[in-house]
């Protein structure tokens, strides 16, 4: 059966460059970064290769990015680190979208338990935060706002220059999750204006389990991770060096083929989502304006979407929903609800998040497929037509 992935903001297969390096790093670059000898200085001479990558990337200087574990780590360092780290100048108060990833948002409820105050920001039914929702909500101890640059369901590029901003002016740092728009579109830490920002490596090419926070110099978060020297006293523990090359590879590609690779992935994504539009009745977009160019989420009226995602799986396509199935329910899709959308909205919506490997002819065939999938899960419900 002919297998199309489609859920590349899930993750992404590695590059065979950032393969071969990986194994050159296991096999060569197998001292510890700490070490002084040969070896260890090996290492370490490739790290500082990657971290130069990596920085290059994001238009930073290679001395502010410190390798994590990945993009979880990296907002939960971003967050707790700030927060514990501005606890003794009284600032209590945190603001993040209502549409971020559970890196965030789980973070911030452990927090809450903690005794500060969190403020979520709602979104507009484009699934975009307004500058005016964050200015009311600022306050003089806010000490940190955290808003995504790019969503991972529905792909839309936040305003993050504008909201950084607005954070700067009353004196609150400000983080941003990019681990959806590193790599696909440019990111560049001055335009931004941002205090730290995350990144993960499997998103674009590169490892799972390897990813970097950029913390803007001058800034002091109290470290995640304690133990060791390593990354200047700001990660403890020996990095992991073939996934931080691999991550230093895939940022290079990234950046090689940015703005060909976000051309190609738009009229594929545009043609995928005409497609459908035109082909299946009671469908829509979810989320409006800018977004990053591989991503779209679609829903469909009367259909299941969990249903829909075994079926299009049994069809060798590979999607996702945003909402869940836990214990025989489906649980809403957070970010849809957040933008407003009724239940029935929020349960019946897919993502397809397109990469380096799709082409016309599998966007053709999903489209081919899907009338027929749909029809027939339809016609298994009994549920009254929504208007
Ligand atoms: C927006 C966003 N933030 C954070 C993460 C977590 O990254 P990682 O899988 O590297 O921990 C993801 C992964 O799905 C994501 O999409």
């Not at 197998?30 to 290059?56: C, I, M, T």
């Not at 403890?236 to 990234?254: I, K, Q, R, S, Y």
């Not at 829909?308 to 970010?335: N, Q, Y």
Request: proline residues 4%; neutral net charge; hydrophobic residues 40%.
């Amino acid at each position: 059966m002919q297998r199309i992935y489609l859920d590349h903001n899930a993750t992404t297969p590695v590059a065979p460059a950032v393969i071969e390096r990986m194994m050159a790093a296991l096999r060569d670059d197998f001292g510890n970064p700490s070490s002084v000898h040969h070896f260890g200085q090996r290492a370490k001479a490739s790290l500082d290769e990657a971290r130069s990558q990596v920085a290059a990337l994001i238009g930073a200087d290679p001395s502010e990015v410190v390798f994590t574990s990945g993009g979880t780590e990296s907002d939960n360092y971003a967050i707790r680190g700030a927060a514990e780290a501005l606890e003794p100048t009284g600032r209590r108060h945190l603001i993040a979208s209502g549409i971020e990833h559970e890196a965030v948002l789980n973070t911030l409820r452990a927090l809450a338990r903690r005794g500060w105050r969190v403020t979520l920001l709602a979104v507009d039914q484009s699934g975009v935060v307004t500058p005016d929702s964050l200015r009311a909500a600022l306050t003089d101890d806010t000490a940190l706002v955290s808003v995504m640059h790019a969503n991972n369901e529905i792909g839309t590029l936040q305003p993050v220059a504008e909201l950084a901003a607005l954070a700067r002016e009353r004196g609150a740092l400000f983080h941003t999750d990019a681990v959806q728009s590193a790599g696909k579109v440019p990111v560049q830490v001055k335009s931004l204006g941002v205090d730290l920002l995350s990144l993960s490596a499997h998103k674009f090419y590169g490892p799972k389990g390897a990813g970097a926070i950029w913390i803007r110099r001058g800034v002091r978060l109290l470290p995640l991770v304690t133990g060791g020297k390593h990354e200047r006293s700001r990660r403890a523990g020996t990095e992991n060096v073939a996934g931080a090359l691999g991550l230093g590879v895939a940022a290079d590609l990234a950046r090689a083929k940015m703005t060909t690779e976000a051309e190609r992935l738009a009229a594929l994504r545009d043609r995928l989502e005409h497609g459908i539009l035109q082909r299946v009745s009671g469908t829509a977009v979810n989320g409006s304006g800018a977004r990053v160019p591989n991503t779209t989420n679609v829903s469909f009226d009367r259909v299941e979407a969990e249903s829909l995602l075994i079926a299009l799986d049994l069809e060798g396509v590979a999607v996702s929903t945003g909402s869940a199935c836990s214990s025989g329910t489906l649980e809403p899709s957070h970010v849809l609800k957040a933008m407003g959308f009724p239940a029935h909205r929020t349960q019946n919506s897919i993502r397809f998040s397109l990469g380096a490997a799709n082409t016309e002819a599998e966007i053709d065939h999903v489209v081919s497929v899907l009338p027929r999938l749909v029809e027939k899960l339809r016609s298994l419900t009994r549920t009254p037509v929504r208007a």
